[in-house]
């Protein structure tokens, strides 16, 4: 007799639909990656329970609320070290960071730093707004020399730093660029991050309609310009890589910047993970190592 | 408590101090004898002076005492500090080449080791050390074997031959000994007790690993780093992922991360690290994510002094992050405690969903003592509360991370199950995890998720014990202390008993909660009340005011760095008796 073996219905856009709509501004860049992130979960069919979805503080960092997987809505700048944590204790689960360049790389800049250098396998997304928006518009990380904002009011002295050069000089294992306004890229672009077997850098341009007047989708669009329409360009050469991501300007580059997969990600590195994830792992530990620490005293 | 002998071994860091330190340790556990060692040092790797303290005994040792019986100088500076401590019967065993001795007291037994003609020094540069342990273990009638059993397995391991040598080094001494100096007049006993000897540190890590710690991650940070070393060199073997972190903001994040994916997690951390912490375990609280971090209290403020111990930490821990939120802190009593107190605490944080807070201190945590192995209970009972690790009918989307219930727990579903996916949040929520903190605000709804957290309170008293009253009711004065000066006011209530002073004790082991109403009824009746702490301010003389009005008639604090010695507070208690204050402050007369 023939069994029935139930597959799993397909899963859809409407799968990974928050259970509240986003409070953003009409018109802000971050809807753009949400959709894109729902898109590369439905393309990559990753059950909505095996995701965690985790972010800091800030319009952008609202994000988990408004996707199906389990999520942590955290503290400014910390999402990374939470991150880490979660994936380390259970590397079964996919787990995906989003949150703003104030978030990331402002009070979160030394976790970032330290999460490439030991490629936790995650999935960081920035969306890169490049203004404080949830403080209702003070200059970022990222804002140009000379933008006015309202802790700038005669012009921001302080340059922007180069996210993806420090990605790069931090060790991240794969390092891109999208666009908000280029949903078909960008998503493409996260499926490759959440392919990657390490930590995947991916710096947004997600433009704030409400506080930032320069960094516009309508000053973007006749820029960027992607990496995958170069034939030439050679995405495993990191020297390559460094040179392209200084090029800003009237021209600026997105997409896959560098991706290498010879190093292992912190789990596989981790001798403790050889024997599985820490959870689930019996409560207590084996009576005769429990004894040999007791020897060791005596 | 019955005879203890008490050695003192002092030089500058890098002399060499622990070593002699370990192999002594390991000989008076072996002859079955308690011990409790101290190290008195500074922040410096090389140069210095380093003091170690080792006291033992045939019944439990629980403090450094009072005076020493045997002082073994390795250099000139050591034995100008603590030469005068040494009583009659006390024994100066020194390199006669290199030291002098000064004044003395009367019945004090000077024995010089002619060194160089002893030992090759230019082949063997702790020659001084090895001798000296010799000597002291002829003089105190142990005998050789012991001596020369630990010296090999010290060193045999890396070479025989080093081991060898230092054993005739250590025989050589042994014999000039016991030609020329004259052994102590009470030797040693032995008994067939045997025990573990270990550092707070070691007992904490351990405790964790008992209590089922699957992640533990640190910054090193003094007096607390022993904990990270004795966890990443046996993590492997115990199953428990240990981790290095940027910084204490990243440590505590990246513990309440694996805590969420479902494991017991652990940290620890001095006061400056504790600090940094303290955000985050508002997140703990509010996003309900059960962590415990451990602070080793070191003297502050700010860097203070890293090497010297205080219970200077307690407020911060009260005040720890901004906002009402239920915590449980807990300060262990002695370093067998350090070890039992770990489950216990990761029972009632995972229970109720709270970050739980040890507050040890560097006398706990970096002292030895010996505890009996039956303490060391690696099969603890654990609780982790509530948790949905696997579909139990409730993923149909009805799931509620944060429902509102009696008790205030809620049941907690982990990432992977599925059915039960929802967001945990720092922000104010919904019982579904749904922010109420931006575009819903709802004082109703806010209203009701602090009751619901703050409702845990009550069950976490009641999982608590409440405070009792050690020793006679009547007694003529009660000593009040927390955590690590339970030993020390011990032995001090017993010399007070031979001085005619009847003391009983009300050591406080949970400090939140507290249970105010059980102290105020195990202190009423009580003739005179003193407060004994490691602090300037008092700590907990205001906190326990705070809680429950009482005011003690007294205080004893010591701030300079030091532990309590047992005639400290002795003599504090008799001046207060005689009406001549009501706050001493004991002086340190050792110079460390």
């Avoid at chain 2, 004044?103 to 020094?121: F, K, R, Y």
């Avoid at chain 2, 995890?433 to 709802?442: K, Q, R």
Wanted: with cysteine; aromatic share 6%.
């Amino acid at each position: 007799m023939a069994t029935t073996v139930e597959t799993p219905k397909p899963l859809t856009v409407a799968d990974f639909k928050g259970r509240v709509d986003p409070d953003w501004c009409p018109g802000c860049g971050d809807y753009g990656v949400l959709a894109a992130v729902q898109k590369a979960l439905v393309d990559l069919q990753i059950p909505n329970h095996q995701v965690v979805t985790i972010s800091g503080i800030g319009c952008s960092s609202n994000f988990p609320g408004f996707i199906e997987t389990y999520g942590m809505h955290t503290l400014h700048g910390r999402a990374l070290p939470i991150a880490s944590g979660v994936k380390m204790a259970n590397p079964e689960l996919t787990v995906l960071v989003t949150g703003g360049d104030g978030d990331g790389l402002g009070i979160g800049g030394n976790h970032l730093t330290h999460t490439m250098r030991r490629n936790v396998d995650l999935t960081y997304i920035i969306m890169d707004n490049q203004i404080y928006g949830l403080t209702t518009g003070q200059t970022s990380p990222t804002s140009r020399l000379g933008m006015k904002t309202k802790s700038s009011p005669h012009g921001n002295v302080e340059g922007p730093i180069n996210p993806i050069t420090m990605a790069l000089a931090a060790g991240a294992t794969f390092v891109a660029r999208g666009f908000s306004g280029d949903q078909k890229h960008l998503t493409d672009l996260i499926k490759q991050g959440l392919q990657h077997k390490g930590f995947s850098f991916l710096d947004v341009f997600s433009p704030c309609v409400t506080y930032n007047h320069d960094n516009t989708f309508q000053w973007f669009r006749p820029r960027v310009k992607r990496l995958e329409d170069d034939a030439s360009y050679d995405a495993t050469d990191w020297v390559a890589a460094m040179e392209k991501s200084t090029i800003w300007g009237d021209e600026i580059p997105i997409g896959k910047f560098y991706e290498r997969t010879d190093l292992p990600s912190l789990d596989q590195a981790e001798p403790v993970l050889k024997d599985g994830p820490m959870v689930g792992r019996p409560e207590h530990i084996d009576p005769a190592v429990a004894r040999t620490f007791i020897e060791e005293l005596m | 408590m019955s005879h203890t002998f008490s050695i003192g071994i002092g030089g500058a860091a890098g002399q060499g101090v622990a070593t002699p330190g370990d192999i002594l340790a390991k000989i008076f556990s072996r002859r079955g004898l308690h011990l409790n060692a101290y190290n008195a040092y500074q922040s410096i790797i090389r140069g210095g002076h380093t003091f170690l303290t080792i006291r033992t005994g045939p019944d439990p040792v629980t403090n450094m005492g009072d005076s020493l019986d045997l002082l073994i100088p390795l250099n000139q500076d050591t034995v100008d500090r603590h030469l005068r401590l040494l009583g009659p019967g006390g024994a100066c065993i020194y390199n006669a080449d290199t030291i002098k001795p000064g004044e003395h007291a009367e019945g004090v037994q000077l024995c010089p080791l002619p060194v160089s003609t002893l030992a090759d020094i230019t082949r063997n540069k702790v020659a001084q050390n090895t001798l000296a342990m010799g000597a002291a273990l002829s003089m105190t009638g142990i005998g050789f074997q012991s001596l020369e059993a630990v010296i090999r397995e010290q060193f045999g391991r890396k070479a025989p031959a080093v081991a060898d040598e230092n054993i005739a080094v250590a025989r050589a001494g042994y014999d000039y000994a016991t030609q020329h100096f004259q052994p102590f007049a009470t030797l040693l006993p032995m008994t067939d007790s045997r025990y573990a000897v270990l550092s707070g540190n070691t007992a904490l890590a351990m405790g964790g690993a008992a209590a089922g710690v699957k992640f533990y991650c640190a910054y090193p940070m003094s007096p607390s780093t022993g904990v990270l070393h004795w966890m990443a060199a046996n993590g492997r073997k115990a199953g428990i992922m240990v981790r290095q972190v940027e910084d204490e903001i990243g440590v505590i994040n990246m513990a309440i991360g694996a805590a969420q994916a479902g494991v017991r997690a652990m940290c620890a951390t001095s006061g400056g690290g504790f600090a940094l912490m303290t955000e985050a375990l508002g997140l703990s609280a509010m996003a309900e994510i059960p962590v415990v971090v451990i602070d080793c209290q070191r003297a502050g403020p700010s860097t203070g002094v890293p090497t010297k111990t205080e219970q200077g930490d307690l407020w911060q821990m009260l005040g720890a992050a901004f906002g009402d939120y239920p915590r449980v802190i807990a300060a262990p009593v002695d370093i067998a405690d350090c070890f039992t107190l770990i489950p216990e605490i990761f029972n009632v944080a995972d229970k109720f969903q709270v970050p739980g807070i040890v507050l040890c201190d560097l006398l706990l945590s970096e002292g030895r003592l010996s505890v009996d192995p039956k303490v060391l209970d690696f099969a603890p009972h654990v609780d982790r509360g509530e948790m949905i690790t696997a579909p139990n009918g409730h993923g149909d989307g009805s799931y509620k991370r944060y429902l509102i219930t009696d008790s205030g727990v809620s049941p907690r579903a982990i990432p992977g199950v599925p059915g039960y996916t929802h967001v945990v949040a720092s922000d104010e929520h919904d019982e579904d995890g749904v922010l109420i903190s931006d575009m819903y605000t709802n004082a109703g709804k806010r209203r009701a998720m602090m009751e619901k957290r703050m409702r845990k309170v009550r069950g976490i008293e009641h999982a608590v014990p409440p405070p009792r009253l050690q020793g006679p009711r009547d007694a003529d004065v009660t000593l009040i202390g927390w955590g690590s000066t339970q030993g020390v006011i011990e032995e001090a209530r017993a010399q007070l008993a031979e001085q005619g002073i009847t003391a009983n004790q009300l050591q406080i082991r949970w400090l939140v909660p507290l249970h105010g109403e059980a102290i105020l009824d195990e202190l009423r009746g009580a003739k005179r009340t003193i407060i004994v702490e490691n602090n300037y301010t008092g700590q907990f003389a205001r906190y326990l005011r705070s809680e429950t009005s009482f005011v003690a008639d007294g205080h004893i604090r010591k701030y300079d760095g030091e532990p309590f010695m047992p005639h400290h507070i002795v003599e504090a208690v008799r001046e207060q008796l005689a009406g001549e204050t009501t706050l001493s402050v004991p002086a340190h007369e050792i110079m460390v």
